[in-house]
């Protein structure tokens, strides 16, 4: 067939003029190579957010506020001290709501003769083994005992576990807490590494009255879980606990809150709307890097047109009509195009895998840009390689022959 | 004149237009040339021979007049009927060569039958056979750089054969190439022309013109002379 022919003469083309094909390819391959980062960070930090989400055990009825003000996790200020138990104790007492944790929380060196690790140590209540569902695979969990005495007594997480007795059972042993020596009572359960990365395991659990006496040596706490009777006295219950925390912190009618709160719903929506940022910027992004591709290889090519018009001129001699050479030329350039998008692809694949595996930034690699990379650089190809291919077919045959 | 008319030219005019300003180049051009013949179109430069060629070889159309090539009119035809005629029924050979750099001899003259609607069966062989008829059976791998500009130039003539052209058009076969191998080229076009093929060369070189049988005289776009070649001897 016609069509294929001149596929063929378009890749013998590309072979003889090596140095421009690879020209042609560079700027494709940046274009498609940026745009696959940039969808698998976005991928990476949205399945994060949503591990991050199914980890904290929320559940429909439940929501944290925390202390500081500011949004979701990210706070404003970090030595916001008017959170206390006195506001834990007020949301106890409020109706509707089922369980009430306090905590408190801090990253710490944990000791074991020389074996040492750094995790979240958390001082909890004992409610948070309900709160959370999450409960001791060996041992016993935090009681009213160990609260009600300030017992220096620490449950620990797998991951913290395994650094600091390996294999051995680590129940009865002590441990150092930065200063403090700690008694192992429990060893959670194993939740295992998220997706993205994120370990629920790395961390530390202490009695409240423990870590406010003892290690952390303060009053005020870091967040407060509320867990309602049912989700749908979610809304009324935040509503109350403003009011209350905003009374007990003393705050003016025009102060912010010096609070905020963590809800599925709130990261939920933040997720979306980040993502919804991030598609923006990566449709302006790509189309822009596609944009300056599809203009190198048209003006590469026109050039090329150029070098070649003796070609162009003796195919037509021998018989070439004006769609032969149009298709050679736009077979060129969709060729380039693809081959580009290809090598864009694997770098970015590349890059992304690179990116995950030193830690620097979360990537998920899935399908999408890799297949936006093949429909965007046969749509580039052919769009400018139009103009080049028709002015290379409508030379004048007796005039590239000069 | 028993034999049937390759070439029927009646009246040719062209004229171009350039910034505005027209310019006549062939004034009323008459042609016809019988199968089998062998003429030279010579002429000094700005005579026209070079635009003759174009409407010749259905590379362009001319402004007015007709042109009846193997029986078919080519005025009125388009790009499409224009190609099929050029590959079917001519055979260029051109001064520079215009051989597809870094392309093997072989597939430099498989190249017209890219373009037929048919890739013809044997084509390998017919690719072959030509490559042999001028006398370079031995170099269908060589690149153009890799062949003297004597072989260069019988490479393009088994391409003007592959497609078992009506008329070969060659112009200035011999303007690139030193006096050894222009006449040796000439030499080809000679055997060719007496297997039976109608061959017309245009040349500033008298020397060249003289191994037609026919030679026609170009000044300021028309026809001064059409004579007989005494000359000439079937070779």
Redesign the interface.
């Known amino acids: 067939m016609r069509l294929f022919r001149n596929l063929e003469q378009a890749l013998r083309g590309l072979r003889l003029n090596k140095a421009n094909t690879f020209l042609m390819t560079l700027g494709i391959m940046i274009g498609i190579a940026s745009l696959t980062v940039i969808v698998s960070i976005g991928e990476g930090t949205k399945s994060k957010v949503l591990n991050r989400i199914t980890n904290m055990g929320f559940g429909p009825e439940s929501f944290s506020v925390m202390s500081g003000a500011g949004r979701l996790f990210f706070g404003r200020s970090r030595n916001t001290t008017s959170m206390t138990l006195q506001d834990a104790d007020d949301i106890r007492a409020m109706p509707n709501v089922a369980i009430v944790v306090p905590r408190q929380r801090k990253r710490m060196r944990i000791i074991n003769k020389k074996e040492f690790t750094t995790t979240r140590v958390y001082g909890v209540s004992p409610e948070w083994e309900l709160a959370r569902g999450w409960g001791v695979v060996d041992g016993v969990f935090l009681g009213d005992m160990e609260m009600d005495r300030k017992r220096k007594v620490i449950v620990l997480g797998a991951t913290p576990a395994h650094k600091l007795f390996g294999e051995k059972d680590p129940i009865g042993k002590k441990i150092r807490v930065g200063q403090v020596f700690f008694e192992v009572i429990g060893l959670l359960e194993k939740k295992g590494l998220t997706e993205s990365g994120y370990d629920p395991d790395d961390r530390a659990l202490i009695p409240l009255t423990t870590s406010m006496s003892r290690l952390f040596r303060q009053t005020h706490l870091h967040s407060i879980k509320v867990v309602t009777t049912h989700p749908e006295w979610v809304k009324e219950t935040m509503a109350g606990v403003t009011q209350i925390l905003r009374q007990n912190h003393g705050l003016s009618a025009l102060a912010d809150d010096d609070f905020r709160y963590v809800t599925p719903e709130g990261i939920m929506q933040w997720v979306t709307e980040s993502e919804q940022a991030l598609n923006r910027m990566l449709f302006l992004i790509s189309t822009v890097s596609l944009l300056v591709g599809g203009i190198v290889i048209m003006n590469i090519l026109l050039v090329s047109i150029q070098e070649r018009i003796h070609e162009i001129g003796v195919r037509r001699c021998f018989g070439a009509r004006r769609s032969d050479i149009t298709q050679q030329f736009l077979f060129e350039s969709i060729f380039v195009s693809l081959l580009g998008g290809a090598m864009g692809a694997i770098l970015g694949w590349t890059l992304s895998t690179a990116l995950k595996h030193f830690d620097l930034l979360p990537t998920k690699i899935t399908w999408d840009p890799f297949i936006l990379a093949f429909v965007f650089s046969m749509i580039v190809g052919l769009v400018f390689g139009t103009h080049p291919a028709r002015k290379a077919a409508w030379l004048n045959p007796d005039e590239t022959l000069r | 004149m028993t034999a049937p008319k390759v070439i029927d030219i009646e009246s040719i005019y062209k004229t171009y237009k350039n910034e505005g300003l027209e310019t006549e180049v062939l004034k009323g051009i008459s042609i016809s040339v019988d199968e089998g013949d062998y003429i030279s179109i010579i002429g000094p430069s700005g005579a026209g021979k ?1 635009t003759l060629m ?1 409407i010749l ?1 259905c ?2 159309q001319a402004t007015s007049g007709t042109y009846r090539l193997d029986g078919e009119e080519v005025g009125q035809l388009n ?2 009927q224009l ?2 005629i ?3 029924k ?1 055979g ?1 050979v ?1 001064q ?1 060569f ?6 093997s001899a072989f ?1 430099n003259v498989m ?2 039958l ?4 048919k ?1 013809p069966k044997g084509a390998d062989e017919r690719v072959e056979r030509a490559l042999d008829r001028v006398g370079l059976g031995h170099r269908m791998g060589h690149t153009p750089g890799q062949l003297s500009g004597g072989e260069q130039q019988r490479v393009t003539i088994a ?1 003007s054969l592959i ?1 078992d052209p009506k008329i070969i058009l060659a112009d200035e076969p011999t303007g690139n190439l030193d006096s050894k191998n222009g006449a040796e080229i000439m030499t080809t076009f000679d055997q060719l022309n007496s297997e039976g093929r109608t061959i017309i060369v245009i040349t500033h070189d008298t020397v060249v013109a003289e191994h037609a049988r026919r030679i026609l005289t170009l000044r300021d776009g028309q026809i001064v002379s059409d004579r007989v070649n005494e000359t000439f001897q079937k070779s």
């Open positions: 070079s174009t070889g590379l362009g790009d499409r190609s099929r050029r590959n079917e001519i260029f051109f520079a215009h051989l597809l750099p870094g392309v597939d190249m017209p890219v373009y037929c609607n890739t391409r497609n």
